[in-house]
């Protein structure tokens, strides 16, 4: 198994993907993030019957992390299931984005490993963030 530089991440995500509330999709995802602290947060895709209010293994996880008082991460992986690369939504790479640098390691991993890193700046050229709303 290829779980490249960071395979506590992928051990997490993978753990947690297997909980992942995906009863209309089927498509299990789930993300772990590590932060400067060391300490790793995990979530999973929830999905609701009412399509808009589920949310995305990658909040899940930023969630867990803001809720434990931490702002920052230095790594993330997320895994799915399935032949093709799949990596974060466009809604999620903002998020990210809130809590990172653009120089982030973000890592695409399938049930073999991680098939593919980008940095954020990568997953989200000429974002919006944090540091264009400060006086």
Same mark, same amino acid.
């Given at each position: 198994?290829?779980t490249? *530089?960071?395979?506590?991440?992928?051990?997490?995500a993978?753990?947690v993907?297997?909980?992942?509330?995906?009863?209309?999709?089927?498509?299990?995802?789930?993300?772990?993030l590590?932060?400067?602290?060391?300490?790793?947060?995990?979530?999973?895709?929830?999905?609701?019957?009412?399509?808009?209010?589920?949310?995305?293994?990658e909040? *899940?996880?930023i969630?867990a992390?803001?809720?434990?008082?931490?702002r920052?991460?230095?790594?993330?992986?997320?895994?799915?299931?399935?032949?093709?690369?799949?990596?974060?939504?466009?809604?999620?790479?903002?998020?990210?984005?809130?809590?990172?640098?653009?120089?982030?390691?973000?890592?695409?991993?399938g049930?073999?490993?991680?098939?593919r890193?980008?940095?954020?700046d990568?997953?989200?050229?000429?974002?919006?963030?944090?540091?264009?709303?400060?006086?």
């Open positions: 198994m290829s490249g *530089s960071e395979p506590d991440l992928f051990a997490a993978q753990q993907q297997a909980n992942a509330h995906v009863p209309y999709s089927h498509f299990a995802v789930g993300a772990a590590r932060t400067p602290s060391g300490r790793i947060f995990a979530g999973c895709n929830v999905e609701n019957a009412a399509y808009p209010q589920g949310w995305c293994a909040a *899940s996880a969630a992390m803001v809720s434990a008082g931490e920052e991460i230095v790594a993330l992986v997320t895994v799915c299931d399935g032949d093709q690369l799949s990596t974060c939504c466009g809604g999620c790479r903002q998020k990210i984005r809130e809590f990172a640098t653009p120089e982030l390691r973000v890592h695409a991993a049930p073999e490993g991680i098939r890193s980008y940095t954020m990568e997953l989200l050229p000429d974002s919006f963030g944090p540091e264009q709303l400060q006086r």
